[in-house]
Structure formats: structure tokens, C-alpha cells
């Protein structure tokens, strides 16, 4: 038995199996003796249960509702800290590139060119079909923007097929929006088991990374230019951004989670939570891998079931029903709600 105020080495995601069974018979029965949570003090150290204000010698459970929407919110923000880490890595990439072009580029352990500026996208696509005849384990890819064009997927099939071939493990990670491609999921059945895929509201901008050893990631906006990373430190950072995206994300096979607000949907959230933060229509419709117009139409549906007549007051429901992010989301009827393609490896 645990000592009283021990502390668990878990979250509300992985709850220990002691902690487990008293919660899910709080739960069940509304309420639990106090003694009850003392051998699981991680039950109260992370508000899963707390005391009745009409009986101090009992606990009461937060609801199953409120704790997965505390989850998700958690998983919301790790993903936009990873996002912003990535996205001022890749800056300095650029300006240390740039920097360097007129001098002979860092070695590579093993010989090559630690950062190497890949202009054109010929150059991109020799690059990649070489690390690809090289791959022999395992080939991880970041897929940003939303459902994948079919002259895409076709042109790095080949890569994808010569990979599977050989045994290789594949992990991709795409927007949610992918989910709704038949291209994409005619490429994974294809692919049998060899690719495992999965999704985030958004993702960083496209990465690639070979068994570990080398990465490739634009070097400009228009895709144009990749940079070819192999200096171990930058490409295991990569790795770990990666790692950790991939444990928030969702399996394609999965179900998306539900709202908790009647008549929102998952991707309504995630720009009600974008436009919550000052962003425009169209950094929040390419950050979700949609058209502007798909997201505008969004936004006006959010709008009605939100009871909004303009984007200032659409504001102000979006923080009173909790869908910034700010807290937890209110009762649903609280304002009487109605009953440059680059080369990729697929």
C-alpha cells in the first residue's frame, strides 16, 4: 500500500490500477468514503476526485467529460509549443544556410556535408531517392497541409513501394483534414502494414527523416529548396519533435473525439481556438491544411450555433462556452442552442 501524499509517477492519461479502480467507482456511484483514496493520493493530487461540500468524509468524481477535455487542452498546447520550437529551429536553419553558402559546410560524421542547401527540385529529388536506396529500418515524415493530391502521392510511390520491399517501417503524420482523402486511404491499403499513419489539428511544416542518420526540410516557402540535415544533434532534435507529435497524435483508424457542444465539430473547435488567439481566415485555413473558403463557411456555422450576429461577439461566445481553451466547455444550450508540391516520399 502506497504511504499517504505518495506521489504517483502517472498523469490523468495512465492512471495506476489501484487509482483506476476507485475512480471508476466513484464514478459509478456518484460518491467514495474518504479512506477510500487514501492508498491512491494521486486521485486527489490530480482533481480527480475532490470532497463533497455536503459531506467532507466523502469524495465526489471530476466527470469523465470535463477530465478528457483537460487532456485534450493539454495535448493542444504541447502540440502548438513543439510547432513553435520547430518553426524558429527552421528559421535559423535558413539563416545559417544562407550564411553559409559561399563557405565550405560543416562535416558529417562518416563524411558529407552536416547542413547541405538543396537548390531546385531535381536536386531535392536525387537527394531523396539516394537516402532512400540507403534506408534500411525505419523512414518518419511530417505531411502538413490537407488532403494529399493524387500527383503527390503517385510521384513518391515509388520511393514508398521500393521501401516496403525491403521491410522498412514507415510512420507519417498528417492534418486531420487528410482523414477525408480517398487517395490517401487507397495508398495505405496498398502499403498493407508497412505505413502507420496518424493525425494532429496541424502539424509542423514537411519533414522527412531517414533511419535517423538524415533529414530533409524547405528551406524556403515555396519549396523550392530543401536543406539536407546530417549533424546528429539536429537531426535526434528532429527525431524528438517527431516522437513526441506522434504520441499526441490520433490513429487514422481512430475516431476523432467528440466536442461536448452539440452541434460543433472537431475541426469548428480547433478554429473557434485559432480564431481565440487573433488569427486571420487564412493563416488559420492553411495552418489546418483547408481552403479559405471551407474555413469562412466554418466559421459562419460556428457563428449560427453560437448565436453570434459578428466576429467580435462570435469572440466573446467562443470564451464563455470555453472553446478558446480557457476553460472547460459550458453546458451546450447555455445561449439556447437549436435541440507548391515537392517531392515526398508518397
Not at 502494414?193 to 533511419?211: C, K, M, N, S, Y
Not at 504520441?247 to 466536442?259: G, H, K, V, W, Y
Not at 481565440?276 to 483547408?290: M, N, S
Not at 450555433?305 to 472547460?328: F, H, K, M, P, Y
Amino acid at each position: 500500500m502506497a504511504e499517504r501524499g505518495a506521489k504517483h509517477p502517472h498523469g490523468v492519461d495512465r492512471l495506476c490500477e489501484a487509482g483506476d479502480r476507485v475512480y471508476s467507482r466513484a464514478v459509478r456511484r456518484g460518491r467514495v468514503p474518504r479512506t477510500d483514496a487514501d492508498p491512491v493520493p494521486c486521485l486527489l493530487e490530480l482533481a480527480l476526485l475532490h470532497p463533497d461540500p455536503d459531506d467532507m468524509d466523502w469524495l465526489v468524481p471530476t466527470s469523465p467529460q470535463e477530465v478528457m477535455t483537460r487532456l485534450l487542452r493539454g495535448v493542444y498546447d504541447e502540440v502548438r509549443e513543439s510547432q513553435r520550437r520547430v518553426g524558429s529551429a527552421v528559421a535559423a536553419f535558413e539563416w545559417y544556410a544562407a550564411l553559409g553558402q559561399d563557405r565550405q559546410m560543416p562535416a558529417a560524421p562518416g563524411g558529407g556535408a552536416a547542413i547541405r542547401v538543396l537548390d531546385g527540385l531535381s536536386r531535392i529529388q536525387a537527394a531523396m531517392d539516394e537516402a532512400t536506396q540507403a534506408c534500411t529500418t525505419e523512414v518518419l515524415s511530417v505531411q502538413p497541409g490537407g488532403i494529399r493530391r493524387e500527383a503527390e502521392l503517385t510521384e513518391g510511390l515509388h520511393r514508398a513501394l521500393a521501401l516496403r520491399g525491403r521491410g522498412v517501417r514507415m510512420r507519417d503524420l498528417y492534418t486531420h483534414v487528410a482523414r477525408h482523402g480517398q487517395g490517401l486511404l487507397n495508398y495505405l491499403d496498398l502499403m498493407g502494414g508497412a505505413v502507420e499513419a496518424r493525425t494532429l489539428d496541424e502539424v509542423i511544416d514537411r519533414l522527412i527523416l531517414f533511419d535517423r542518420t538524415v533529414a530533409f526540410i524547405p528551406a524556403n516557402t515555396e519549396r523550392t529548396m530543401a536543406l539536407e540535415l546530417r549533424h546528429p544533434a539536429l537531426v535526434e532534435y528532429l527525431v524528438t519533435v517527431f516522437e513526441r507529435l506522434w504520441r499526441l497524435a490520433i490513429p487514422l483508424t481512430a475516431a476523432l473525439p467528440d466536442t461536448g457542444i452539440e452541434g460543433i465539430s472537431h475541426r469548428e473547435q480547433s478554429i473557434a481556438a485559432l480564431l481565440a488567439e487573433g488569427h486571420q481566415d487564412a493563416v488559420i485555413a492553411e495552418r489546418l491544411g483547408i481552403s479559405v473558403r471551407t474555413c469562412r463557411a466554418h466559421i459562419a456555422r460556428l457563428s449560427e450555433t453560437l448565436g453570434a450576429a459578428s466576429r467580435t461577439q462570435l469572440g466573446v461566445r467562443i470564451a464563455q462556452v470555453g472553446l478558446d481553451g480557457s476553460r472547460r466547455p459550458s453546458a451546450p444550450n447555455m445561449f439556447g442552442l437549436p435541440g507548391q508540391e515537392s517531392p515526398s516520399i508518397h
